[in-house]
T-cell receptor
């Protein structure tokens, strides 16, 4: 039962253009969403997050959008840079309190940004 | 070092043997988590420790898996009688506490291969 899904295994984008990574979830109890970035042979690193009380959060080139009615979130990277090439994981947590670190992850999307 | 440290980085073992994986969290981080990533899958929550509270073991896949943590420092994940399906990257993460907006900092993981 995949509660968090990233349906695109890979995405290829030209440098300077926008990268849009998508994520869908099924559990309506999820109230906090995160994106992590992973380079080969390294652990995932936190990128950006959003609480379910918001529909948008921005941090520099990175913006996360949340559509609760559609149970969908997306990560926009503008402009994309070759250094952004990595695997991007969407994650979610439910119930607050003692559950914030207990994350459910998607399968990941490999982003390749071409110079 | 300043980050989460895991050892060994790679472990090859024979089916049926026991293995121990070690995690050194960031100093001062009270929360510690174990996840695993099987090939082509997202990260799967296994267990977390928060201070002196009882650990949340709800993600452990079978009773062959166990974990311990000494105070707020080192943790070991033990897999007894390993099976081929245990082959995965085992990731440890820590955070200052378990609360909203607290980022998880991941180690580089232990690649476990069960032959």
């Amino acid at each position: 039962d995949q509660q968090v899904k990233q349906n695109s295994p890979s995405l290829s984008v030209q440098e300077g253009r926008i990268s849009i990574l998508n994520c869908d979830y099924t559990n309506s109890m999820f109230d906090y969403f995160l994106w992590y970035k992973k380079y080969p042979a390294e652990g995932p690193t936190f990128l950006i997050s959003i609480s379910s009380i918001k529909d948008k959060n921005e941090d520099g080139r990175f913006t996360v959008f949340l559509n609760k009615s559609a149970k969908h979130l997306s990560l926009h990277i503008v402009p994309s840079q070759p250094g952004d090439s990595a695997v991007y994981f969407c994650a979610a947590s439910a119930g607050g309190g003692t559950s914030y670190g207990k994350l459910t992850f998607g399968q990941g999307t490999i982003l390749t940004v071409h110079p | 070092g300043a980050g989460v440290s895991q050892s060994p980085s790679n472990k090859v073992t024979e089916k049926g043997k026991d293995v121990e994986l070690r995690c050194d969290p960031i100093s001062g981080h009270t929360a510690l988590y174990w996840y695993r990533q099987s090939l082509g899958q997202g990260l799967e929550f296994l267990i977390y420790f928060q201070g002196n509270s009882a650990p949340d073991k709800s993600g452990l896949p079978s009773d062959r898996f166990s974990a311990e943590r000494t105070g707020e420092s080192v943790s070991t994940l033990t897999i007894q009688r390993t099976q081929q399906e245990d082959s995965a990257v085992y990731l440890c993460a820590s955070s200052r506490e378990q609360a909203l907006n607290e980022k998880l900092f991941f180690g580089s993981g232990t690649q476990l291969s069960v032959l």
